[in-house]
């Protein structure tokens, strides 16, 4: 049995997520890279605990970390938050998510030429997915 995360873990989850900074002029047009999203154990647990109907449950997605995967076949597919080609999870979405679009990596950067508040190092990107792979990551 997976225990639910505590709600301490949850803030530590959501503190790594609010440093990502947020982006300016969003266009909205990037809705083709929503296959496939991978996500981390602590992100799968709150993803599967409180989108059940969509992800499959924590385990299915402890068990296979990715959003919108055909599950037989791991061909691409539409992540299940996406409607009307916007993430309907905006505020819940992975830390992976929200690193796409940055300036800190060439092929993370947006693809429609939005930027950033401020900017993220590539070496402050990879210990923000460091410390998201060591939170919460005792599942039982
Ligand atoms: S990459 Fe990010 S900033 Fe660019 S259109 Fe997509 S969501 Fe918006
Ligand atoms: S969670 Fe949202 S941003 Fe991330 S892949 Fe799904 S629809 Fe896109």
Redesign the pocket.
Known sequence: MIRPLTRAEIRRMKKLWAKVPP?TG?????WE?CANAPMHPVEARYLGAKYPRQTGGVERLLELPILGPRAETLEPADCPFLVNRRCSIYEDRPLVCRL??QPLLGHLR???G?DTTHKLTAQQGADLMTAMAQAGNEVS
């Open positions: 982006i969003c266009k909205g047009l990037c890279s796409f679009g947006c693809p429609y939005c």
